[in-house]
């Protein structure tokens, strides 16, 4: 069984076919998969399929592309990471890819989101773009290892990714390294101890090959694994095995519910 770390099925184009995507993760052997926030705004959306859905979990926060809405903070996201089946904060994080200028803002929110981890006492989902430095920095600031969490769908150096298991935090990878040109990503992806891996579909987006360019949903996970399999030489049960360990090891709360 596989476990789909972080894609977003209540967005529209998976929500309105939710029956199906549930169906084709069970007959793809996806057992559970993680729903993660990107604003408050929808976070009742994602509770919603969490309580209609025994394998569905949530997480809150609010990504750090969007620039114009209400800023979050801390007792905020700490009140809903009471919810039952909430068992991360984020995603949060830096881009500097797709935003430039004054991002102090998104510095802060980045801080802000570390801070209710630490309180709320679960772990982070971190979403890093062409930020190594200030990424890696924030976290040692702020004690983000004493929360823990995963560098989410991670494209960035394997020197960034050894600093954030040094840290304490897991390295998740999603489709992406099964496209032509992401020879220096699969580099990273056999460096990497599979005892740190998680893996994910980032649906809708990001289908891996063979459905690239078509919509992705949480089925599509076990194309991550075949490939890590594939690049690490190991099989394809032993890499859902550990990543489905690695996920339950992370994610604690899960095993209450």
Not at 27 to 53: F, G, M, P, R
Not at 162 to 168: N, P, T, V
Request: charged share 25%; aromatic share 8%; net charge negative.
């Amino acid at each position: 069984m596989y476990i789909d770390s972080h894609c977003h099925i209540n967005f529209p184009e998976l929500n309105q076919k939710i029956d199906e995507v549930l169906k084709n993760m069970e007959s793809n052997k996806i057992s559970h998969a993680l729903c993660v926030s990107v604003t408050l705004d929808k976070i009742n959306e994602i509770l919603n399929l969490t309580k209609q859905y025994s394998n569905i979990y949530a997480s809150v926060g609010v990504h750090p592309d969007y620039e114009d809405i209400k800023e979050p903070d801390i007792d905020t996201l700490f009140k809903y990471s009471k919810e039952e089946k909430v068992v991360a904060i984020g995603e949060t994080g830096l881009d500097y890819f797709r935003l430039k200028g004054d991002l102090s803002w998104q510095r802060d929110r980045f801080r802000t989101h570390i801070q209710a981890a630490i309180k709320s006492k679960l772990p982070l989902i971190i979403h890093t773009r062409n930020a190594q430095d200030d990424t890696i920095s924030i976290m040692k600031d702020e004690g983000a290892n004493s929360a823990t969490g995963v560098m989410h769908c991670f494209t960035e150096s394997y020197d960034m990714a050894k600093k954030a298991i040094d840290l304490g935090f897991y390295i998740s990878f999603s489709g992406i390294i099964t496209f032509k040109n992401a020879e220096t990503l699969r580099e990273t992806v056999k460096k990497i101890p599979i005892e740190n891996i998680l893996i994910e579909t980032d649906s809708p987006y990001l289908a891996p090959v063979p459905n690239r360019g078509k919509l992705n949903e949480p089925s599509n996970v076990k194309y991550v694994a075949e490939k890590i399999a594939e690049l690490k030489g190991i099989s394809i049960e032993d890499v859902a095995e550990i990543t489905t360990n690695n996920f339950f090891k992370l994610f604690t709360k899960c095993k209450t519910l």
